[in-house]
């Protein structure tokens, strides 16, 4: 059998095999997506160029070589529709983001191959880029936007803490943060809780940004002011967390605020 240097010169069977090989690895290359697809389209060539060899030097049969047609055939199609499956995914991910009509278009275009003709083979491949550079394209505007998404998302929380955070650093902010938490984590009512405001009161006037010469620092006057780190490391500059160390130092050294308030009145300090 005489071999030749190029493609348009091989036997109609040995054409056959390789555009059918040729289409297998097109469609593979589209299925695998991004930068891998781009690497499946350019081994393309080199997939037709070593099919080529393997008919030549075999020498098989005519029948043999219908059965091995029907087989690709079958699997250029199975892979060609992957690939339009693959190239709808990405458009769904990509929906009111990116105009990929054309990858759609070239995509559902390759479902309808069988056999190709080998003079296609350089424009096919051609085709076979330009799609992983689309689906490249669209997964990349698709994920810019959702990282705005996250961002914006991100910012409108960090407003929300802030919001609350400000809110919280109030006087009555304070109070109503530690009437809340003085109830449900200590079960303490009304009535300690009447002790407590008129502790605090003394103590430092439900400022979170009160300080003492001596040290004293925050709603509650801890001495030294780090010692609230232990209920947060916000503890300069969040009220919430000064009252709930606050509340943690009353349970555990006076068992209750107003028993906290008595001895405050009695030696002035707690």
């Known amino acids: 059998m005489t071999s030749h240097s190029t493609l348009t010169r091989r036997s109609p ?9 040729l289409a ?42 219908g059965v091995y047609d029907s087989i690709a055939t079958v699997h250029a199609k199975d892979a060609a529709a992957a690939a339009l499956d693959r190239a709808n995914a990405v458009l769904a991910a990509a929906k009111d983001k990116v105009d990929a009509t054309t990858l759609s278009d070239v995509a559902s275009s390759l479902a309808s191959y069988e056999v190709l003709p080998i003079d296609e083979v350089e424009s096919l491949t051609q085709r076979t880029a330009a799609i992983s550079t689309s689906v490249a394209a669209a997964a990349a505007e698709a994920d810019r936007v959702a990282a705005e998404q996250a961002a914006a998302a991100a910012a409108a929380a960090e407003a929300q803490r802030l919001q609350a955070l400000a809110a919280a ?13 003085a109830a449900s984590k200590y079960g303490w009512g009304d009535g300690q809780f009447s002790c407590l ?30 010692k609230m780190a232990s209920a947060g490391s916000d ?11 606050g509340l943690g130092y009353i349970a555990g050294s006076y068992g209750t605020p107003c028993a906290a308030w008595a001895h405050s009145e009695a030696y002035n300090y707690y």
């Open 24 to 65: 297998s690895a097109v469609a593979v290359a589209l299925v695998t997506g991004g930068s891998y697809a781009l690497q499946a389209a350019n081994a393309a060539q080199d997939r037709v160029t070593a099919t080529a060899a393997l008919s030549e030097s075999t020498g098989r049969q005519h029948d043999q070589l």
């Open 235 to 245: 503890w300069a500059t969040n009220a919430a967390t000064q009252v709930a160390w």
């Open 197 to 226: 405001v008129q502790l605090w009161q003394k103590e430092s006037g439900w400022s979170y940004t009160a300080h003492n010469p001596s040290g004293a620092t925050g709603i509650p006057q801890a001495l030294p002011g780090s």
């Open 13 to 21: 069977h040995s054409r056959r095999i390789i555009a059918i090989s």
């Open 169 to 181: 650093n109030t006087p009555a902010g304070a109070k109503n943060v530690a009437q809340s938490l």
